[in-house]
């Protein structure tokens, strides 16, 4: 089973339309979580934190599951500028010996 | 931009070689992690470097080994290059550990081994 898992997609939508992404992880006690987005050559820049309690930022929902370890993110209202390569990451490691881990990315498309 | 910086941009070396790739890290950053991406895949964490010392290291052998220095720029080594090593060398920055704070990315080292 790998560390981190999600969907590669693709997943093509409509504009406007509500999408989620969903990404398991292997470690219960992992600590922190994160989702990046990545454009197409690019470099991967952090798109929101996730917290235990779950965390919104304009259109983006982030949700953290601990019990069945999973995070998902959902995006309302989708645009044309949503169309990038979400990557979920999780933090393995403890204080004293980090170890972030990367799922392999879901790649999205909105279509206009 | 984010103020991170990489070099190379891109390099060529053959199977048996070895490399180094260098990063300069964000202004007031101390922490500093490199990445191998593969194509189509995400970054797989090689290792991370806290004021000058290694904290965490991802799956990879110890042929590749890493510095970072007094002002917290960073160098990535790589010994006898396999052609598998082929990738985007990507590293990140970040004001504490990476675990805790956000990365800034740069823009990576493109490395084809042949």
């Known amino acids: 089973r790998k560390e981190v898992e999600q969907d590669p997609g693709p997943f093509n939508v409509p504009e406007g339309a509500t999408v989620a992404f969903n990404c398991t992880y292997s470690n219960s006690a992992s600590q922190s979580f994160f989702w990046y987005r990545q454009d197409c050559r690019k470099e991967p820049k952090l798109l929101m934190s996730v917290y235990s309690s779950g965390n919104e930022d304009g259109r983006f929902t982030a949700q953290l599951n601990r019990a069945s370890q999973y995070i998902s993110l959902l995006i309302r209202d989708s645009k044309l500028s949503d169309s990038a390569t979400y990557l979920c990451v999780v933090n393995f490691g403890a204080q004293g010996a980090q170890k972030l881990v990367f799922g392999q990315g879901t790649r999205l498309t909105i279509n206009p | 931009e984010t103020g991170v910086t990489q070099s190379p941009t891109h390099l060529i070396k053959t199977r048996g070689q070895q490399v180094t790739l260098r990063c300069s890290s964000q202004s007031g950053h101390n922490t500093v992690s490199w990445y191998q991406q593969a194509l189509g895949q995400g970054p797989q964490f090689i290792f991370q470097?806290?004021?000058?010392?290694?904290?965490g290291r991802g799956n990879f052998p110890p042929r590749f080994s890493g510095l970072q220095f007094p002002n917290y720029s960073s160098e990535l080594n790589v010994n006898a290059l396999e052609l598998d090593d082929s990738a985007l060398y990507l590293c990140?920055?970040?004001?504490?550990?990476?675990?805790?704070?956000?990365?800034?990315f740069g823009p990576g080292t493109r490395l084809t081994v042949t």
């Open positions: 470097y806290y004021r000058e010392e290694e904290n």
């Open positions: 990140a920055s970040s004001q504490g550990l990476a675990g805790s704070y956000e990365q800034y």
